[in-house]
């Protein structure tokens, strides 16, 4: 399995950039995708959640509002559009799928534990 992550880059405050992440080498079919984040020397924290079919999608209340998750499941790519954005959005943004599974809380997705597979990561730069 490869996830391939695009679309990072430098942006200047209030701007948007798309990520892209885009996964090969399996069925995906029941997987979930999410986006995280981590800034230097900072852990790696939750940004978006999709579910396989999008019928679940969660964000992390700092970026609620500015940014969307999607996806494409014809390429088996999701997207991260993101808007708004400020300084402190600067952070290496990686995509992970987590496979289909039971799960004992509600609150899953938002740990790096419950990925299977990750992408190299892309940087983002936001300039003030």
């Known amino acids: 399995v490869q996830l391939q992550a695009s679309g990072g880059g430098l942006v200047q405050a209030g701007g948007s950039l798309r990520l892209s992440c885009a996964a090969s080498?399996?069925?995906?079919?029941?997987?979930?995708t999410g986006w995280f984040r981590q800034a230097p020397g900072k852990e790696r924290e939750f940004v978006a959640y999709?579910?396989?079919?999008?019928?679940?999608?969660y964000y992390a209340d700092s970026v609620k509002g500015r940014f969307t998750i999607s996806g494409d499941r014809a390429k088996n790519t999701v997207y991260l559009q993101m808007g708004s954005l400020k300084p402190e959005d600067t952070a290496i943004y990686y995509c992970?799928?987590?496979?289909?599974?039971?799960?004992?809380?509600?609150?899953?997705?938002?740990?790096?534990?419950?990925?299977?597979?990750w992408g190299q990561g892309t940087q983002v730069t936001v300039s003030s």
């Open positions: 999709r579910s396989w079919n999008g019928g679940y999608i």
């Open positions: 992970a799928l987590a496979r289909a599974r039971p799960r004992t809380f509600a609150t899953w997705y938002k740990g790096v534990d419950a990925y299977d597979y």
């Open positions: 080498g399996r069925s995906f079919s029941g997987d979930a």
